[in-house]
């Protein structure tokens, strides 16, 4: 069964730094491509950032890049989301996801989701 | 980026009903597109992927429908546990984008 828990949210200020972590479990980690989409309070969801299974392609939305860098450990089954300069438009939930695979292909829909974190950027 | 509406905005209807939301992307996703459901204080489940093909263990009583720029997601008939927000998604272009949500409320 497939189990993303998430950490690392709270309270920073504008400006600051935080770093999230998601570990996984129930599946192999290293197989797998592994996302963070972000939700504004009462707001819909944004795509945020992806990291390829080996962690050598990395991608992130306009809006956090040059500011926020997506990593994992393998060895530790854990995804990290580096978050520098935030900003009080970065408040919001942060969930890691795992794309949607069929034994065949996978695909850039979310299927398992952690619960979230909540980063709140406010001075 | 593909920029994703969804419509109604806000949904009253009440258990047995039929529910159909509508989401329209700004340019074509073919058949890319997903959809959410999600809970107060939940994250999303995947309930449809690639416009209709429902994923696993959800109930046969959601459907979707579409493709190209207009998508639909069917509920046949409301149970109170599906009185949620439902999102959709597309993966047709890079970046992935989401749309604003449609809420699904009891009458």
């Known amino acids: 069964q497939v189990h993303l828990v998430e950490s690392g949210g709270g309270v920073v200020q504008p400006g600051r730094s935080l770093r999230l972590s998601c570990v996984a479990s129930?599946?192999?980690?290293?197989?797998?491509?592994m996302h963070w989409v972000r939700q504004a309070p009462g707001e819909g969801l944004e795509w945020v950032a992806v990291?390829?299974?080996?962690?050598?392609?990395?991608y992130s939305a306009e809006s956090v890049k040059g500011r926020f860098t997506i990593s994992r450990d393998n060895s530790k089954n854990t995804l990290y989301l580096h978050m520098n300069s935030l900003r009080p438009d970065d408040t919001a939930v942060y969930y890691c996801?795992?794309?949607?695979?069929?034994?065949?292909?996978?695909?850039?829909?979310?299927?398992?989701w952690g619960q979230g974190t909540l980063v709140i950027v406010s001075s | 980026e593909i920029v994703l509406t969804q419509s109604p905005a806000t949904l009253s209807l009440s258990p047995g009903e039929r529910a159909t939301l509508s989401c329209r992307a700004s340019?074509?996703?073919?058949?890319?597109l997903a959809w959410y459901q999600q809970k107060p204080g939940q994250a999303p489940r995947l309930l449809i992927y690639?416009?209709?093909y429902r994923a696993a263990g959800v109930p046969a009583r959601f459907s979707g429908s579409g493709s190209g720029t207009d998508f639909t997601l069917t509920i046949s008939s409301l149970e109170p546990e599906d009185f949620a927000v439902y999102h959709c998604?597309?993966?047709?272009?890079?970046?992935?984008?989401f749309g604003p949500g449609t809420k699904l409320l009891i009458k």
């Open positions: 340019q074509s996703v073919s058949i890319y």
């Open positions: 998604q597309q993966r047709s272009n890079w970046p992935p984008t």
């Open positions: 690639d416009a209709s």
């Open positions: 990291i390829s299974d080996n962690g050598s392609d990395k």
């Open positions: 996801a795992r794309r949607y695979c069929t034994p065949e292909s996978c695909h850039e829909y979310f299927q398992h």
């Open positions: 129930g599946f192999s980690f290293s197989n797998y491509a």
